[in-house]
């Protein structure tokens, strides 16, 4: 709630919303024993109230505001100055989401039962294009809410009488570390996970990120020179994802046996060692999950990619084996894409040819979004997989499976 309130420098407010909570703030920030820094914001800051029926007011540093709604906030927000902080009923509220006023929506969903309520995005012709920049859960349980469409009485406990819709929001928080969550599939994961309130450890190797999503703590590791640092984690882990990978492409007879040997170190050598120095923390964990890359070059035999197939075939092997030997605290599982548009395939994708013939290779006629190959890796870590393990997943467009 802090960082919400820093920035701003005017709450706007509708009469009745008003004449509550100005002297319940005040009240609070006056008195030692209850003010925070919540209340003493609230309190300072100077409010504008909004109301057709009100000719003075008894509030310190507070303005009424009679004039047209709509153009009294575009002058406000022409002003110069912080952010304008909205406080209201759904009717004042919905007003100003009308006139296209509102720059910004925070969401706090708490566990609570709702009454009939009042649609704030109602009666729109158009839909709102938002974009989710952060969620974040707090606490250790259950968050959520339930909307009952009819309720019987208000008055004391409201009691729905026949809930036609049921929406809960269940979320777990787990501690995730992503190994190579700085570009691709693994920066599209980590992103997906702190979006939806996931404590994410992630490394990168040589692109250390600039700005990225909050709740990721980076910190630098080359799978095949470093030992992994577990002082950096947490105690207990729930989920480790392994992403440093390679696509070496050339004809058998001109790959040496030291290719297929440095193939083997990053992409199964490198697992492994992670594995092994962070199993104790994943074995804390209620269930813990771990997911491996392979490659659609393994199912499906593919010119010049025996290097890459070699060592991918040795981790999906090696996947099956942990996830009998680790069952059933730790699930196992692994992902084997067909050409997913990241970095590491720039090559095969650096022309509009290039990219078109790639796509119609596929029976699903695209060539894959690290966002495709991230969706199935967050379900694998979710508790919504929670009976699946020693499982490679082909995420491929169909290339594997299909001839079309
Ligand atoms: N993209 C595809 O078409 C495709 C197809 C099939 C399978 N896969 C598999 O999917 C996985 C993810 O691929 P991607 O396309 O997302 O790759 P990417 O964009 O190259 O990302 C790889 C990540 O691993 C890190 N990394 C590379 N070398 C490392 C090392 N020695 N030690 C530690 N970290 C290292 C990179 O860090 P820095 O960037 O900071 O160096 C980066 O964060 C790989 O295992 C790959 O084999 C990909």
Known sequence: MRDLTNPIDCILLGRKLAQGFIPHWDGLAANPETADDASRKFSSTPKIVFSRTLDTHEWQRNELAKGHLAATIRKLKDQPGGDIMVYGGGEFVSNLIREGLIDAYHFFINPSILGAGMPIFGGRETRLDLQLVYAKTFGMW????????????????????????????????????????????????????????????????????????????????NALEDALDVRLLPDVLDGLVYCPGSINLRPFARISPDDFSSDYQLNVLGAVKVLQAVLPKLKKSEQASVVFFSTVAVQLGL??????????????????????????????????????????????????????????????????????????????????????????????????????
């Open 303 to 404: 010119n010049f990619h025996s290097q890459v197939a070699a060592s991918k075939g040795a981790l999906e092997g090696l996947t099956r084996a942990l996830a009998a030997e680790l069952a059933p605290k730790i699930r196992v599982n692994c992902i084997a894409p067909s050409l997913t548009d990241t970095p590491l395939a720039e090559g095969l994708l650096n022309s509009p040819e290039k990219r078109e013939a790639n796509a119609q290779r596929h029976p699903l006629k695209k060539i894959g979004t690290p966002e495709d190959i991230a969706h199935m890796a967050a379900f694998l870590l979710s508790d919504s997989a929670a009976w699946m393990s020693g499982q490679i997943l082909h995420v491929d467009g169909g290339m594997s499976s299909l001839k079309v």
């Open 142 to 221: 259950d968050s959520g809410a339930v909307l009952p469409t009819e309720v019987s009485g208000m008055g004391g406990t409201m009691a729905p009488a026949k809930p036609k819709l049921f929406f809960i929001v269940k979320q777990t928080m787990k501690n995730i570390l992503i190994i190579g969550g700085s570009s691709g599939i693994g920066s599209q994961l980590a992103e997906q996970l702190s979006i939806a309130g996931q404590h994410v450890w992630a490394t990168y190797n040589q692109h250390q990120p600039g700005t990225h999503a909050p709740g990721i703590e980076f910190f630098k590791f």
